[in-house]
């Protein structure tokens, strides 16, 4: 499985991003996805998952410091994982990462075995 991500840029405080996730090598209808952040001197920090195979947005989990202002999404035509950002906030700033595992999505970046590059967000205030 291999996974790209992109998306990442220059926000202001308020602003929207939108990154993408392009996985290919694999047949996802058993997988999971998630959405990390990292930033210097603190641990990966978990933002968001889902089910592959969900319908709708419905089985999404996220963090709280995310919840109500991100959407994580997926297109199965273009094997494409979304992360919708609104209402940045400068302590979004971070390096964001998607990565995939053989079940439902997880807040414990540990179960996950395939991960992208990583995609650079930086939120002005």
């Known amino acids: 499985v291999q996974l790209q991500a992109s998306g990442g840029g220059l926000a202001q405080a308020g602003g929207s991003l939108r990154l993408s996730c392009a996985a290919s090598g694999g047949i996802f209808s058993s997988y999971g996805m998630g959405w990390f952040r990292h930033t210097p001197g603190k641990e990966r920090e978990f933002v968001a998952a889902?089910?592959?195979?969900?319908?709708?947005?419905?089985?999404?989990e996220y963090a709280d410091s995310v919840k109500g202002r991100f959407t994580i999404s997926r297109d199965i035509g273009k094997n494409t994982v979304y992360l919708q950002m609104n209402s940045l906030k400068p302590e979004d700033t971070a390096v964001y990462y998607c990565?995939?595992?053989?079940?439902?999505?997880?807040?414990?970046?540990?179960?996950?075995?395939?991960w992208g590059q990583g995609t650079l967000v930086t939120v002005s205030s």
């Open positions: 990565a995939f595992r053989r079940g439902y999505g997880a807040p414990d970046p540990s179960l996950y075995s395939y």
């Open positions: 889902m089910p592959w195979s969900a319908g709708t947005t419905y089985y999404a």
